[in-house]
DNA sequence: TCAAATATAATAGTATTACTATCATTAAAT
DNA sequence: ATTTAATGATAGTAATACTATTATATTTGA
């Protein structure tokens, strides 16, 4: 399995880069400092600019893998739920009970990204604080209808809609599975930022996560006994 | 209860500002047009000198109410949440019942403000579609931990805290009561964003709203009967 | 009512951002 | 060895996010 890991190559939609940087040895550089960047000053202060000295490269040549920071953003975000989607897949292939595949999935996505698994530039730890702070940031626009319209968020989608599935798969009679599962992946980076910025208004913390919040709570909707 | 409103001077950090905008025509006109151009061209694209130009004054006149666009941002939303708390107290005061109390309160914080008090220079539907599509800006940042040590985030905080304590009301015995108030609200928008951009992925639409999820939700983990 | 204070407007200027364009250099591939 | 492709260096542009200064209205209060 984890030469699989290895050898996997996230699905990426590739009108998000001009030229793809997994081919080259400064495309990896680009994604792979962009990530460490990005989580260190914040998306707003990152810049082209700032990321070409930080890598001994040009602004020029940053521009010539992707269009802007905008695009570099959802380049990342897709890298990451894309990932994500593989280990969620990976996780609960081996299980078939509906119950048990979908407590795997909830923990798989609400779970934070302590390990950096490292098998390349990527530090998938890092990127999960990114995707925290910032993935807001890639649809809170106003050009969304439009980029969603070109499948820039299809990766996302369809782990939202996986996970939608197996909640059907637990309680066939739930009203509710698409919104459920948009609100624990999203709920989910939400409590994470809480714990850290806003303690008073979550129950988080070093003991209980996030995770333990959704594994209560998809058991109280979903798997209580009949009422 | 009509004039009770109109009389509302809703509470605001005043670090958030220069100079009270409430207190001048500028002022009202200022807060007021930024609603309508952040609504209309999304706040990146925002800028004081074009709301200068539409409301026929000077790029410095603004500045001279808000140092920048943030805290201007800051500003909206939090006069936007402590009008809602407002309507919050207001609107489960006379209930006594703890579940028709908090019910009441999570339809005044779930649904949408489609009608238009406009009992002032505010557009509160207007202002509810800023929220929904620019809130998370104002804390997903770098200077959030700064920011809230200066109070910026406390009407929000304390609206949250609000809906935490009802829930606890309904079911002392609920463990999570901080992290499911502040999923709520938050999550709110998110549906609200979702059935208008991502409509794959949410259950809600014209007839089923954000308000009848989140009922819903609440009667599930804390109103069932025993189990 | 007239002077002083205050609010607003107009203009200019700065550093930074988010690019585009051009040309030079280096490395790789045929 | 030559062409092609990739990268780097430099310059330039329009817009942004301000600050500073000065001018002009408007308000107020002695």
Redesign the pocket.
Request: glycine share 6%; net charge positive; charged share 30%.
């Given at each position: 399995m984890d030469t699989l890991l290895k050898n996997l190559k996230v699905e990426i939609n590739d009108k998000l880069f001009l030229?793809d940087p997994e081919?080259?040895?400064?495309?990896k550089r680009i994604v792979g400092h962009s990530i460490l960047m990005i989580h260190e000053m914040g998306f707003?202060?990152?810049?082209?600019?700032?990321l070409?000295k930080a890598?001994?490269?040009?602004?020029?040549?940053?521009?010539?893998?992707f269009?802007?920071?905008?695009k570099l953003l959802l380049y990342l975000t897709s890298w990451y739920w894309s990932w994500l989607e593989y280990h969620l897949v990976l996780g609960t292939l081996p299980l078939s009970d509906p119950e048990a595949r979908l407590k795997k999935a909830i923990i798989i996505v609400t779970d934070e990204i302590s390990q950096d698994s490292s098998f390349d530039h990527i530090n998938e730890s890092v990127l999960n604080k990114i995707v925290v702070a910032e993935y807001s940031k890639s649809y809170l626009t106003k050009e969304v209808d439009l980029e969603n319209k070109q499948g820039y968020f299809a990766v996302y989608k369809r782990l939202v809609l996986r996970i939608r599935d197996m909640i059907v798969e637990v309680n066939k009679d739930y009203l509710y599975p698409a919104s459920l599962s948009s609100m624990i992946i999203e709920g989910a980076l939400h409590q994470h930022f809480l714990k850290e910025h806003f303690t008073a208004i979550t129950d988080c913390d070093l003991t209980t996560t996030p995770t333990t919040y959704f594994l209560n709570l998809i058991d109280q909707l979903l798997l209580t006994y009949e009422r």
């Open positions: 030229k081919t080259t040895e400064l495309g707003e202060q990152f810049t082209f600019k700032k070409g890598i001994h490269s040009n602004e020029s040549s940053i521009y010539r893998y269009e802007n920071k905008h």
